[in-house]
Protein backbone atom coordinates (compact mmCIF):
# COMPACT_ATOMS: atom_id res chain seq x y z
CA UNK A 1 0.00 0.00 0.00
CA UNK A 2 1.52 3.86 -1.28
CA UNK A 3 2.44 5.58 2.07
CA UNK A 4 1.81 8.68 0.18
CA UNK A 5 -0.99 11.05 0.92
CA UNK A 6 -2.30 14.48 0.74
CA UNK A 7 -3.56 16.76 4.06
CA UNK A 8 -4.05 20.10 4.01
CA UNK A 9 -2.40 22.59 6.91
CA UNK A 10 -0.50 25.73 7.30
CA UNK A 11 3.57 26.67 8.28
CA UNK A 12 4.04 29.55 10.58
CA UNK A 13 7.44 30.82 9.54
CA UNK A 14 9.83 34.01 9.75
CA UNK A 15 11.01 35.69 6.12
CA UNK A 16 12.60 38.78 5.06
CA UNK A 17 10.84 41.10 2.75
CA UNK A 18 10.48 43.55 0.47
CA UNK A 19 7.65 45.84 -0.59
CA UNK A 20 7.87 46.43 -4.35
CA UNK A 21 7.85 49.71 -6.08
CA UNK A 22 7.62 48.00 -9.59
CA UNK A 23 5.57 45.87 -12.06
CA UNK A 24 2.69 45.96 -9.48
CA UNK A 25 -0.82 48.03 -10.01
CA UNK A 26 -0.45 51.40 -9.10
CA UNK A 27 -0.92 52.15 -5.22
CA UNK A 28 -1.20 48.79 -4.01
CA UNK A 29 0.88 47.20 -1.57
CA UNK A 30 2.72 44.16 -2.81
CA UNK A 31 5.70 42.30 -1.14
CA UNK A 32 8.15 39.93 -2.96
CA UNK A 33 9.74 36.97 -0.17
CA UNK A 34 13.09 37.86 -0.36
CA UNK A 35 15.55 35.78 1.23
CA UNK A 36 13.50 32.67 2.08
CA UNK A 37 14.70 29.81 4.13
CA UNK A 38 16.97 32.22 6.54
CA UNK A 39 18.00 29.10 8.66
CA UNK A 40 19.73 27.58 5.31
CA UNK A 41 22.72 29.96 4.47
CA UNK A 42 23.47 28.71 0.81
CA UNK A 43 19.92 29.44 -0.16
CA UNK A 44 19.84 32.74 1.30
CA UNK A 45 22.62 33.85 -0.67
CA UNK A 46 21.06 33.16 -4.19
CA UNK A 47 19.90 35.60 -6.77
CA UNK A 48 16.72 35.43 -8.47
CA UNK A 49 15.69 36.92 -11.55
CA UNK A 50 12.17 36.15 -10.92
CA UNK A 51 9.70 36.48 -8.00
CA UNK A 52 9.91 33.04 -6.04
CA UNK A 53 7.14 34.23 -3.59
CA UNK A 54 4.88 37.36 -3.60
CA UNK A 55 2.58 38.74 -1.41
CA UNK A 56 -0.68 40.62 -2.58
CA UNK A 57 -1.53 42.28 0.87
CA UNK A 58 -5.86 42.13 0.30
CA UNK A 59 -8.21 45.10 2.26
CA UNK A 60 -10.38 41.71 3.33
CA UNK A 61 -9.88 38.55 4.42
CA UNK A 62 -10.91 36.24 1.64
CA UNK A 63 -11.59 32.62 2.21
CA UNK A 64 -9.57 29.77 0.83
CA UNK A 65 -12.30 28.19 -1.40
CA UNK A 66 -12.77 31.66 -2.84
CA UNK A 67 -8.98 32.31 -3.55
CA UNK A 68 -8.73 28.69 -4.90
CA UNK A 69 -11.68 28.86 -7.27
CA UNK A 70 -10.05 32.28 -8.02
CA UNK A 71 -6.75 30.61 -8.96
CA UNK A 72 -8.47 28.02 -11.03
CA UNK A 73 -10.26 30.31 -13.26
CA UNK A 74 -7.15 32.02 -14.09
CA UNK A 75 -5.02 29.12 -14.48
CA UNK A 76 -6.98 28.37 -17.74
CA UNK A 77 -5.61 31.65 -19.85
CA UNK A 78 -2.04 32.14 -18.01
CA UNK A 79 0.86 31.09 -20.12
CA UNK A 80 2.04 29.86 -16.75
CA UNK A 81 1.25 27.53 -13.48
CA UNK A 82 -0.43 29.59 -10.82
CA UNK A 83 0.00 28.85 -7.12
CA UNK A 84 -2.67 30.82 -4.85
CA UNK A 85 -3.20 30.52 -1.07
CA UNK A 86 -4.51 32.59 1.83
CA UNK A 87 -1.35 33.93 3.58
CA UNK A 88 -1.58 36.20 7.09
CA UNK A 89 1.73 38.60 7.47
CA UNK A 90 2.51 39.97 10.88
CA UNK A 91 4.51 42.74 11.89
CA UNK A 92 4.57 43.68 15.72
CA UNK A 93 0.90 43.98 16.57
CA UNK A 94 -0.30 44.48 12.94
CA UNK A 95 -1.99 41.87 10.95
CA UNK A 96 -2.10 42.20 7.09
CA UNK A 97 -4.27 39.96 4.91
CA UNK A 98 -3.07 38.42 2.00
CA UNK A 99 -2.80 36.35 -1.56
CA UNK A 100 0.27 34.38 -1.48
CA UNK A 101 1.47 33.60 -5.16
CA UNK A 102 4.05 31.41 -6.70
CA UNK A 103 4.68 30.20 -10.14
CA UNK A 104 4.81 33.46 -12.25
CA UNK A 105 7.95 33.85 -14.67
CA UNK A 106 8.89 36.84 -14.40
CA UNK A 107 8.11 40.21 -12.70
CA UNK A 108 5.79 41.31 -15.26
CA UNK A 109 3.10 38.89 -14.85
CA UNK A 110 2.59 39.99 -10.69
CA UNK A 111 0.80 42.92 -12.34
CA UNK A 112 -1.29 40.60 -14.91
CA UNK A 113 -2.32 38.46 -11.86
CA UNK A 114 -3.16 41.30 -9.64
CA UNK A 115 -5.43 42.63 -11.83
CA UNK A 116 -7.11 39.47 -12.97
CA UNK A 117 -7.25 38.89 -8.96
CA UNK A 118 -8.92 42.44 -8.71
CA UNK A 119 -11.84 41.26 -12.18
CA UNK A 120 -12.68 38.45 -9.32
CA UNK A 121 -13.41 41.23 -6.70
CA UNK A 122 -10.20 41.10 -4.08
CA UNK A 123 -9.54 44.23 -3.30
CA UNK A 124 -5.82 45.07 -2.41
CA UNK A 125 -4.31 47.81 0.32
CA UNK A 126 -2.82 51.28 -0.32
CA UNK A 127 0.98 51.47 -0.95
CA UNK A 128 3.12 50.51 1.76
CA UNK A 129 6.46 51.31 0.31
CA UNK A 130 8.36 51.72 3.64
CA UNK A 131 8.54 47.63 4.31
CA UNK A 132 12.18 47.18 3.07
CA UNK A 133 14.17 44.21 4.27
CA UNK A 134 11.48 43.71 6.58
CA UNK A 135 11.44 40.84 9.20
CA UNK A 136 8.06 39.34 9.38
CA UNK A 137 5.46 36.33 10.42
CA UNK A 138 3.96 34.65 7.43
CA UNK A 139 1.32 32.31 8.23
CA UNK A 140 0.56 30.43 4.55
CA UNK A 141 -2.34 27.73 4.75
CA UNK A 142 -1.66 25.15 1.96
CA UNK A 143 -1.64 21.56 0.20
CA UNK A 144 0.96 19.17 1.11
CA UNK A 145 1.89 15.38 -1.00
CA UNK A 146 3.55 13.55 1.82
CA UNK A 147 5.68 10.46 2.20
CA UNK A 148 5.69 8.79 5.97
CA UNK A 149 9.45 7.08 5.52
CA UNK A 150 9.24 6.22 9.04
CA UNK A 151 7.59 6.91 12.39
CA UNK A 152 6.89 10.48 13.04
CA UNK A 153 8.91 11.68 9.49
CA UNK A 154 7.81 12.85 5.97
CA UNK A 155 9.14 13.78 3.13
CA UNK A 156 7.25 16.13 0.35
CA UNK A 157 6.96 14.40 -2.67
CA UNK A 158 6.40 17.72 -4.64
CA UNK A 159 9.71 19.27 -3.25
CA UNK A 160 12.28 16.91 -2.55
CA UNK A 161 13.95 19.42 -0.27
CA UNK A 162 11.12 19.23 2.13
CA UNK A 163 10.44 17.15 5.13
CA UNK A 164 8.36 17.05 8.30
CA UNK A 165 8.84 15.73 11.46
CA UNK A 166 6.16 15.40 14.39
CA UNK A 167 5.88 16.99 17.47
CA UNK A 168 4.10 16.35 20.62
CA UNK A 169 2.82 19.89 20.91
CA UNK A 170 3.01 23.46 19.18
CA UNK A 171 5.39 25.93 21.31
CA UNK A 172 5.07 29.65 21.09
CA UNK A 173 7.17 31.24 18.42
CA UNK A 174 9.93 32.89 20.96
CA UNK A 175 9.95 29.22 22.53
CA UNK A 176 10.48 27.32 19.16
CA UNK A 177 13.28 29.86 18.04
CA UNK A 178 15.25 29.59 21.72
CA UNK A 179 14.54 25.60 21.17
CA UNK A 180 15.80 26.04 17.13
CA UNK A 181 18.82 28.08 18.20
CA UNK A 182 20.17 25.72 20.84
CA UNK A 183 19.36 22.92 18.92
CA UNK A 184 21.23 24.55 15.79
CA UNK A 185 24.56 25.27 18.03
CA UNK A 186 24.73 21.38 18.94
CA UNK A 187 23.84 18.96 16.18
CA UNK A 188 26.00 17.83 13.39
CA UNK A 189 24.87 19.54 10.42
CA UNK A 190 22.90 23.01 10.92
CA UNK A 191 22.69 23.71 7.77
CA UNK A 192 19.04 23.70 7.54
CA UNK A 193 15.96 26.02 8.01
CA UNK A 194 12.77 24.67 9.96
CA UNK A 195 9.75 26.34 10.55
CA UNK A 196 6.36 25.46 12.31
CA UNK A 197 3.67 23.61 10.57
CA UNK A 198 -0.33 21.99 11.44
CA UNK A 199 -1.26 19.38 9.41
CA UNK A 200 -5.14 18.85 9.20
CA UNK A 201 -4.76 14.62 9.50
CA UNK A 202 -6.28 11.23 11.09
CA UNK A 203 -9.32 13.10 11.55
CA UNK A 204 -7.41 15.92 13.84
CA UNK A 205 -4.30 18.14 14.07
CA UNK A 206 -0.74 17.17 13.95
CA UNK A 207 2.09 19.73 14.98
CA UNK A 208 5.16 19.49 12.69
CA UNK A 209 8.25 21.02 12.60
CA UNK A 210 8.97 21.98 8.66
CA UNK A 211 12.69 21.26 7.68
CA UNK A 212 13.76 22.31 4.31
CA UNK A 213 17.65 20.98 3.54
CA UNK A 214 17.98 19.97 -0.01
CA UNK A 215 20.38 16.15 -0.09
CA UNK A 216 18.80 16.00 3.21
CA UNK A 217 19.45 12.01 4.89
CA UNK A 218 16.87 10.16 7.12
CA UNK A 219 19.71 10.31 9.53
CA UNK A 220 19.66 13.95 10.29
CA UNK A 221 15.85 14.23 10.23
CA UNK A 222 15.78 11.71 13.02
CA UNK A 223 18.61 13.43 14.70
CA UNK A 224 16.54 16.73 14.49
CA UNK A 225 13.39 15.18 15.50
CA UNK A 226 14.96 13.40 18.76
CA UNK A 227 16.98 17.40 19.57
CA UNK A 228 13.35 18.88 19.38
CA UNK A 229 11.51 15.86 21.39
CA UNK A 230 14.45 16.50 23.81
CA UNK A 231 13.85 20.03 24.49
CA UNK A 232 10.11 20.04 24.25
CA UNK A 233 10.15 17.60 27.30
CA UNK A 234 11.59 20.40 29.69
CA UNK A 235 8.73 22.35 29.37
CA UNK A 236 5.74 20.31 29.40
Not at 101 to 121: C, L, R
Not at 147 to 162: A, H, K, L, P, T
Not at 195 to 203: D, G, K, Q, R, S
Amino acid sequence: MSKKFEVSGYVDKEETVNALTHSIMPGTFVVEINHPFPGYYAEAMKEYSKPRSVLLISRNKNTWEKTLRTAAKLNKFLDFKLNASVAEMRVGSKTYQAVRIKGMNSFDDIKTVQQAFAEEGFQFVRSRSRYQDETVLLKVKKFYLINRVQEGIYEDERQSEMAYIEIPWRPNWELFRKITMHIKNNISNNQYDVALATFYMNEGIQDIIRVYKPNHTIELLEEIRNAYLKELAKYE
